[in-house]
């Protein structure tokens, strides 16, 4: 079920950013509504009172401090080192074992960036792991606190699970950071001794390069068989099990003509009139069927999409332009990377073929480039989970770069987490206190299944 998130002022135009209050946590705040009586205070005594309010919910709970500490630090990809530091200790001081894995060292421009690798007990590699990733889109965000509606009834009454966390990285994806962690805890606490040993990976580069799930996949912490025979990827999921995920293909085209003034196109070839055709044959692709030449469909994740992200050419209104380049990435539904490159290949031919004849571009080429990136095939999850929903989802996850090798055991993998895709990425990035809490019990109802 997905969520709305209605963004409105808290208790008489109140929202809570970051708040260092030392309030007192209200006698039997649980889950149940809470009152606040508005009308019968001054004014300047509602507002604190509602700050007192909204911040006293989430320092009653270790979880959502900690979730509030993680979010309060700034980790958009490629500068993750302080929130790195802060998650180390704070494992640390739980009595898990750490390791720092080492993706990129520290230099005069850049501080070191590194993957959380824990365990519990004497076992490095573990039988069940659990990983997320710790760095976010740009820009950065602040925490705030929003009460769920506008006070309209006197006592005001809202539920504690309903109050509304946002700021970048609070779904996307420290919430499943921080419900995981309190899920191990939470598991080690009620069972002493498990039967598999368990373990926690936090990865650097998910939202830009894939990185820090590469680096481990070819460390030593990956060894071929595989020893670990489950994986819990953490990611918005709305509290379902994901059944698939698209794959990603990415390629450019560009278009080489030759400059000339504008006052006399003729002397010149025009880039970017050359590049259009082509656009507007790849632009197409979704609506025609895979017989006629469009984008591959499958069964469980429907159609592939296409996307024309960036386009780029010229240098001046009164100049034709020379050069024009276009960036465009296709989430791929079925098939393999190769099956979608022939696609790309024979679209574009047809698009060179609708530039126009006589305007100085070579026969052959009509000045027209592609470059394709690797790509990665659709991924596959593991849905056999009593209690969940199961869905499909659209965007990517670090499985793209776990390279789980040949032989021995099947590996299991779950793809599951808090929060909406439809606002990770966002301006209005938010999340309930009620989604992060029953992440602790979903992901703790995974690790059970498979213990």
């Known amino acids: ?60 709970s270790p979880l959502l401090s900690f979730h509030r500490s993680i979010v309060q630090i700034p980790s958009i990809s490629d500068d993750e080192k302080t929130v790195g530091d802060f998650i180390l200790d704070f494992l640390s001081a739980h009595n898990f074992t750490t390791e720092k894995q080492l993706v990129s060292p520290d230099t005069k421009d850049h501080d070191e960036r590194f993957n959380i690798y824990a365990y519990t007990g004497e076992k490095r590699h573990v039988d ?32 504690r699970t309903d109050l509304l966390i946002a700021g970048r990285g609070t779904v996307d994806a420290k919430a499943s950071v921080a419900a995981m962690i309190f ?18 990976l936090l990865t650097v580069g998910e939202e830009n390069s894939g990185a820090g799930m590469k680096f481990f996949s070819n460390s030593d912490l990956n060894p071929t068989p595989p020893i670990f025979r ?12 994901v059944a698939g995920h ?17 006052g006399y196109p003729w002397l010149g070839t025009s880039a970017i009139s050359s590049l259009l055709p082509v656009l507007s044959v790849l632009d197409g692709l979704e609506d025609r069927s895979p017989e006629e030449g469009g984008l591959l469909r499958g069964e469980k994740l429907g159609q592939s999409t296409l996307n024309i992200g960036v386009v780029r050419g010229g240098v001046a209104g009164n100049v034709v332009p020379a050069f024009a380049e276009a960036g465009v990435k296709i989430r791929l539904a079925a ?103 029953e992440a602790v019990r979903g992901f703790k109802r995974l690790i059970s299944a498979t213990l």
Do not use: C, W
């Open 1 to 60: 079920m997905k969520t709305s998130y209605l963004f409105i002022p808290t208790i008489l135009g109140i929202s809570v950013q970051s708040s260092n209050l030392q309030q007192p946590v209200p006698a039997g705040l649980g889950d149940h509504d809470i009152q606040v009586y508005p009308q019968e205070l001054g004014l300047e005594a509602s507002a604190a009172q509602g700050v007192k309010l909204l911040d006293s919910i989430i320092k009653s």
């Open 128 to 159: 069940i792991l659990l990983t997320s990733h710790i760095d976010t889109v740009p820009p950065y965000i602040p925490y705030s606190l929003h009460a769920p509606t506008k006070p309209t009834t006197s006592p005001y009454k809202f539920n």
């Open 183 to 200: 899920a191990l805890i939470e598991t080690l606490e009620e069972d002493q001794n498990p039967t598999a040993s368990l373990g926690l």
């Open 230 to 241: 489950t994986v819990i990827f953490g990611e918005p999921t709305d509290l379902n099990l």
């Open 246 to 262: 698209k794959g990603t293909f990415g390629f450019k085209v560009t278009a080489h003509g030759k400059a000339a003034h504008s």
């Open 335 to 437: 098939g393999t990377v190769e099956d979608t490159r022939g696609i790309i290949e024979r679209a574009v031919e047809e698009g060179k073929g609708k530039v126009k004849a006589g305007n100085g571009i070579g026969d052959d080429d009509a000045g027209i480039e592609l470059s394709f990136d690797r790509g990665s095939l659709p991924q596959f999850f593991d849905t056999d989970v009593d209690g969940f929903e199961v869905i499909t989802v659209n965007y990517g996850t670090d499985a793209f770069s776990l390279r789980i090798g040949e032989g021995g055991h099947r590996v299991r993998r779950y793809l599951y987490g808090p929060g909406s895709i439809h606002v990770a990425h966002a301006d209005d990035e938010a999340i309930t206190v009620g989604e992060i809490e």
